[in-house]
């Protein structure tokens, strides 16, 4: 019989083994690298040739929550969702062939909008790998260019080691979606492990510069001898969690900001330097007075076209100052005259230390001239229209009012998003979850679960238009399923709203198949056991949206909204910023 | 020898719209699907890859791309730079002809009564540099290495004689003042980026550096 000293020797012993080395399958070896990577949540779909690491998963359960979506396109989605609010890395799972293949348009999307993710994908046996086997596709070479690294793993003694260089890509430097293909062999192959080691350094990869304080200095002398300074801010803001940092640069120099719609939330809707939107739909004095500022300041954002409208008329008369991550950004769509590449999170706080304590009170006040103009012509009747008709905006005034901006919203893509971008309050970062460049209509139902999961202390809203709601509702099932508290928000207008406006008023209102019809989305949802109503009319709004947010666990709401109302301002396309239309 | 200074390409012109001849060199991880990686990077923008060379470079497990492109200094500065951010590159480099040393080599194969009958070969191997490679009863192979049009002017050449297989190798080159990678490797190694690594100055002087 062991003495209890020997006991606690042998338990100490395998202990120091099991520090050290572990025999187990590739699936296992996949699993506890996932652990250690601090991975508590993964969306995924299982199938044939991801078996083994399910059947690894089942034993697990006590560290790893599996979510199991209803279409792989919903597991990448929600994990963006879940990145974008959590700040962590988005794990996904599926199967070989079509499961894979149903994440390349949620890797477009996180590759686009930098969102980072670790996809694990199944693939046949390594002897089969060329031979069409069944649900056998080329994984890597379909993704490659929508991932920002990718690899296939044939043996299982890689998986450790390429697991951890999937995190450290996935989520250094510019973040984005990572994919690993694991051939089934390599799931069911044994090896003794060595302990897992994260991984801190590629040499053939530079995630981030050591900053150049001269070009630090270049830009504070171009800051402080400006006149009429504007500082445009996006997403980088927020995934250099250099949010405070941001804030300190402005408020010490006055300059006043506007956001891309991957950006807003950095600071405060309310922030008195935060002077709104830019872009396609945004708000009418940024656009504007962007061809009238002298030095134009470009944090973590990457002129996307959408922002610049017509680009040998944007900002001209400006110096340009862009600060990036990632190298490829500066000069590509605007030429920059001081490129300071860099992480936000180190340069902001040296810029702000160089940079005159100022206020542009004069320069302010026409952002505010604007806004008066924007708020009389275009928000007024939107926030509060005098017709029968709801307008979108009034519901985000609504939820505004009851949430008062600490409620996450997450879009789907259209009319709704603009209006949802326009007018959502936002008092906290992470935010406003939303398909910026990629424009993925589909995106908001999966992604508001994910989102939930990200920040599960947080109201989610999930605000969707009826076209984009009948892309992804499979996933009101995991909603089900796993009791997500999505609230679900319809802005139905019978219509495809955006591509509508646009056939209204660049195609002679020629209406092609816009025209698209709903089921009873409520009945619907009433079939996933979710609860929820429709309105459409005015007094009943109010206490439907509180009905919503209060209720415990999920709910649909489905608010009727003029059929054609069109998102102001705007600025067509092919046309300059400064030549922005109210109406 | 402070060669590094040099190897940066210096557009002679101000014209960043006017096309020429570009050689890319990249300097990549030796791993599968890298090749594709780069290609879509051209594809993508619906730009021709003249030649692509892939071969190892003079250090053990690095390889290393030639590419030839006609294009503006514009394109090609924004191309360098999407590819350098490819995780597995380490290093992009991309200059105009006149800034590197070029080869490309080429292989002929014409029927040897034709050509013994009616060319003086003598003066084919001297005119035109060509050595022989084979010679047998039905068919002789000749080569050529050299620029483009020395290899096409022996196409010429042969063409009455009929030539029976044509074939041209992709461009090698070396940059004239390069002084190869191995202490550029030594950096990339390094833990923390130093300051030779971080060659960000083109960031405000784009038109005087080469690189990213």
Known sequence: ?583 | MNVENNILHQPTTPDFEGKQEYNIIVYAENRIGLLNRIAIIFSKRKINIESLNSSASEIEGIHRFNIVITESYEVVRKLARQIEKQVEVLKVYYNTDDEIIWQELALYKVSTDEIAEKVTVERLLRQYGASAVVIRKDYTVFAVTGHREETDALVKALEPYELIEFVRSARVAIIKDSAGFHEKLKEFEAFEPGDELVENEFLAKGDKIFTM
């Not at chain 1, 690491?53 to 006590?62: E, K, N, S």
């Not at chain 1, 460049?437 to 989610?460: Q, R, S």
């Not at chain 1, 999505?486 to 198949?513: A, C, E, P, T």
Request: net charge negative.
């Open chain 1, 1 to 583: 019989m062991e003495t209890a000293q020997e006991t606690i020797q042998a338990a100490e012993a395998k202990a120091e083994t099991s520090a050290k080395t572990f025999k187990g399958t590739g699936s296992q070896a996949l699993l506890n690298g996932l652990i250690s990577e601090g991975v508590h949540t993964i969306f995924g779909y299982p199938g044939g040739a991801i078996m083994p690491i399910y059947d690894a998963l089942y034993d697990y359960a006590d560290q790893l929550t599996h979510i199991l979506v209803r279409h792989e396109q919903g597991g990448i989605h929600a994990a963006q969702g879940f990145a974008r609010t959590s700040g962590e890395v988005g794990v996904v799972f599926a199967t070989s062939g079509p499961g894979a293949t149903n994440l390349v348009t949620g890797l477009a999307d996180a590759q686009i909008d930098s969102t980072p993710l670790v996809c694990i994908t199944g693939q046949v046996f390594a002897h089969l790998l060329g031979t069409d086997a069944f649900q056998e596709t080329d994984v890597i070479n379909i993704t490659t260019p929508v991932t920002k690294w990718n690899y296939q793993v044939t043996d299982a003694k890689e998986i450790p080691e390429v697991l951890a260089k999937a995190f450290y890509i996935a989520k250094s430097g510019r973040p984005g979606p990572v994919l690993i293909d694991i051939t089934k062999n390599a799931q069911l192959q044994v090896e003794e492990f060595a302990p897992y080691i994260k991984c801190n350094h590629i040499r053939s990869y530079r995630p981030k510069p050591k900053v150049r304080v001269q070009y630090i200095e270049e830009a504070a002398e171009l800051i402080n001898a400006a006149k009429k300074p504007f500082v445009l801010f996006g997403q980088g803001v927020i995934l250099g969690k250099a949010e405070e940092d941001f804030k300190a640069f402005i408020e010490k120099s006055g300059i006043p900001a506007a956001w891309t719609i991957l950006g807003e939330g950095a600071i405060p809707t309310v922030h008195p330097l935060n002077v709104g939107m830019l872009g396609m739909h945004g708000n009418y004095g940024p656009n504007v007075l962007t061809n009238e500022c002298d030095v134009l300041i470009a944090i973590g954002m990457r002129f996307d076209d959408r922002v610049t409208g017509r680009l040998d008329k944007y900002a001209k008369q400006a110096k340009i100052i862009h600060l990036d991550i990632d190298p490829a950004e500066i000069d590509k769509n605007v030429k920059a005259d001081v490129g300071v590449w860099g992480d936000c999170k180190e340069t902001l706080p040296l810029l702000t230390n160089l940079v005159n304590a100022n206020k542009h009170e004069e320069w302010l006040a026409k952002f505010r001239d604007y806004n008066q103009q924007e708020i009389d012509q275009v928000i007024t009747p939107e926030l509060y229209p005098t017709s029968d008709e709801m307008t979108m905006g009034e519901v985000l005034r609504n939820i505004n009012e009851i949430c008062g901006g600490d409620a996450i919203i997450v879009t789907d893509v259209g009319q709704h998003q603009m209006v949802a971008c326009r007018y959502a309050k936002f008092n906290h970062t992470r935010s406003n979850v939303t398909s910026g460049g990629l424009g993925t209509m589909g995106f908001g139902l999966p992604a508001a679960i994910g989102a939930k999961y990200g920040a599960p202390d947080k109201t989610v809203i999930a605000i969707i238009g009826d076209g984009g709601f009948q892309m992804t509702p499979q996933e009101l099932g995991t909603i089900m399923q796993f009791g997500a508290a999505v609230k679900i928000l319809i802005l139905n207008n019978r219509f495809l709203g955006m591509v509508r406006q646009w056939q209204q008023l660049f195609h002679d209102k020629r209406y092609s198949f816009v025209n698209i019809t709903s089921p009873d989305f409520v009945a619907l949802a009433k079939a996933y056991y979710i609860e929820g109503q429709m309105v459409d009319t005015r007094a009943n709004l109010r206490v439907a949206l509180e009905t919503m947010i209060n209720h415990e666990g999920s709910y649909l709401l489905e608010v009727m909204v003029g059929r054609e109302n069109n998102v102001f301002p705007m600025v067509p396309q092919g046309c300059s910023v400064s030549e922005i239309r109210l109406k």
